[in-house]
């Protein structure tokens, strides 16, 4: 079974930069893409990026990030990471890290297993 745990939210002025971590484990790690979403009560939630299994050839960025976020996967510690420049206050959200399907189109689908979340606020 896998196990996903995200670490490196934060408070954090606009203009700044955060990088998130989730580390997996278990089963099948190798075989899942790995995708971070974002929620925040009352709000739907949203696909930020997803990034393929082991080749990384596939990646995605949703519109309100791209250019300021990348995502990256190190296979040797079942780690990816979200890296986020530029914070503005919109950004501010739980971010969850998820095993999902990975489209350079759509962005990530078909979550299968979920971490707990990490708080990210930007905020001056």
């Known amino acids: 079974q896998l196990h996903l745990v995200e670490s490196g939210g934060g408070l954090v002025q606009p203009g700044g930069s955060l990088r998130l971590s989730c580390v997996a484990s278990?089963?099948?790690?190798?075989?899942?893409?790995k995708g971070w979403f974002r929620q925040a009560p009352g709000k739907e939630r949203e696909g930020v990026a997803c990034?393929?299994?082991?080749?990384?050839?596939?990646?995605y960025y949703a519109n309100s990030v791209k250019g300021r976020f990348t995502i990256s996967r190190d296979s040797a510690k079942n780690t990816v990471y979200l890296q986020m420049n530029s914070l503005k206050s919109e950004d501010t959200d739980v971010y969850y890290c998820?095993?999902?399907?990975?489209?350079?189109?759509?962005?990530?689908?078909?979550?299968?297993?979920w971490g707990l979340g990490t708080q990210v606020t930007v905020s001056s």
């Open positions: 990034i393929s299994s082991t080749d990384e050839t596939t990646t």
């Open positions: 998820a095993a999902v399907r990975c489209s350079a189109y759509y962005g990530p689908y078909e979550p299968d297993t």
């Open positions: 278990g089963l099948s790690n190798d075989y899942w893409a």
